[in-house]
């Protein structure tokens, strides 16, 4: 799902939800199901979610909404998806320094 929000540095919940089409009350409960959402609260209550949540969101009304799968399957698509961006930045890591030692040996 293609959503089409401006670029801002916060969103409101009523702009998430109007671009997810869904009801507030799901995002208030997909925040407590999932770590990955966490809106800045003002001292009202009022959320104020940054493009990265917005992000996460979009990634978990895919996982849930469009292809099906239950809290607990998305819970573990997040957390696989997760470790695999950090077995490849790990990877890639690893290929520089062993390019950088090599640099240093032929010095």
């Known amino acids: ?9 916060y969103y409101s919940i009523g702009e998430i939800a109007k671009a997810f089409n869904v009801n ?7 925040e407590k199901e ?3 959402i966490q809106p800045k609260k003002k001292e009202s209550g009022t959320r104020k979610y940054t ?4 992000a996460n969101i979009q990634r978990i009304y895919h996982l849930i909404k469009e292809k099906g ?3 607990e399957g998305t819970r573990k698509q997040l957390k696989l998806k997760h470790s695999e961006g950090n077995l490849a930045l790990i ?11 090599e640099l240093k040996n032929k010095l």
């Open 69 to 71: 799968l239950t809290l």
């Open 34 to 36: 999932f770590a990955e």
């Open 24 to 30: 507030t009350s799901l995002l208030r409960f997909w």
């Open 91 to 101: 990877q890639k890591l690893e290929k520089v320094k062993s390019e950088l030692e």
């Open 1 to 9: 799902m293609l959503i089409n929000l401006p670029e801002k540095r």
């Open 51 to 54: 493009p990265q949540d917005v």
